[in-house]
């Protein structure tokens, strides 16, 4: 088989993935979710899996190439000027962040109608019939799901919709489609890792996600700095 | 949905031999934008479409219509027609 066919079957074969991905992270997160709530306890660890296959889709698709055209931090561009994007990809940008606008509009619409019957019918006479969050980490767990959503469906929008890859005509050409964002993954995986540790370990998310945000950008640029040295 | 506009960048990029990486470089888009005009998948903006006519020194209506282009052998076969017929 030619290289040029090996590279195309790359090159479809990661937007494929990209596309399995971001569905299955969509699809993982409140299955889990509701099994969490739904099982007994001896079985809560299979609502705990399906949370892993969630996160786990998550940390597949932070460094990908429809990340990068989705959440480019424009910061990035006082650090790198080449970094920047093209008038197709803020187009693609834009219509995924339409797309997922009017989404998780529809979701927080359904979500509030939810609690409003649900409260409605706790107050009348059948509180069971409706499950409702009451402690902590039901509320914790809702405002996750709506950070993971926000990030995720303009990726998963812009996987399914952009158009197919094209692969250039200069030989031995790298594979772009893919390309890897350092900083953006860096920066997503210590806003996460520190909101874990934030609520886990330091009691505080908030002050959490600010320091892991912080120290996943600060290692990037000292990356960054480390390279144009030993380049230069 | 969107008028199709048709082009004839992937023609002018092979008579000037060029890759899709250094048109990209020289109007200063992704070499994937110009996969993805030359595919018809994308619409150029009036900017990155006068700055194309510009790099390939041509006028925009050149690189650009709303109505297909003719093929080289239908241009060649008219030419020669013409010639014909002027003889």
Redesign the interface.
């Known amino acids: 088989m030619s290289a040029i066919t090996e590279k195309l079957k790359t090159l479809y074969a990661n937007r494929m993935g990209l596309r399995i991905a971001s569905t299955v992270a969509l699809l993982a997160y409140p299955i889990g979710g509701v099994l969490l709530i739904a099982l007994p306890r001896h079985l809560e660890f299979v609502g705990g899996i399906f949370l892993a296959i969630a996160a786990f889709s998550f940390f597949y698709l932070l460094p990908s190439y429809v990340q990068r055209v989705a959440f480019l931090p424009h910061i990035l561009r006082f650090v790198d000027k080449d970094c920047r994007l093209d008038e197709l990809e803020l187009d693609l940008r834009r219509r995924a962040q339409s797309f997922a606008y009017k989404v998780f509009s529809m979701l927080v619409l359904a979500g509030l109608m939810y609690l409003v019957l649900g409260a409605d019918m706790a107050r009348d006479a059948n509180p069971s019939s409706f499950w409702m969050p009451t402690v902590d980490d039901h509320w914790l767990a809702i405002l996750f799901g709506a950070l993971f959503f926000v990030l995720l469906l303009p990726i998963a929008y812009l996987s399914w919709m952009m158009p197919e890859p094209i692969l250039d005509d200069e030989p031995g050409d790298k594979i772009c489609d893919q390309e890897v964002s350092r900083m953006d993954a860096f920066v997503m995986t210590g806003m996460c890792v520190g909101l874990a540790m934030g609520m886990t370990v330091f009691g505080d998310a908030l002050v959490g996600m600010f320091v892991g945000t912080a120290l996943g950008f600060l290692l990037d640029l000292f990356l960054r700095r480390l390279e144009k040295k030993k380049e230069s | 949905m969107a008028t199709e506009i048709h082009n004839r960048i992937a023609l002018f990029r092979a008579e000037r031999g060029l890759?899709?990486?250094e048109l990209a470089k020289a109007v200063?888009?992704?070499?994937?934008?110009i996969?993805?005009l030359e595919?018809g998948?994308?619409n150029?903006?009036l900017?990155?479409a006068l700055k194309l006519a510009g790099f390939f020194d041509v006028p925009v209506e050149g690189l650009f219509s709303l109505k297909p282009f003719a093929s080289i052998a239908e241009i060649t076969r008219r030419q020669e027609e013409q010639e014909r017929s002027s003889k």
Not at chain 2, 28 to 33: D, E, L, Y
């Open positions: 890759s899709r990486k200063n888009v992704n070499f994937q934008t996969g993805y595919r998948d994308f150029a903006s900017e990155l």
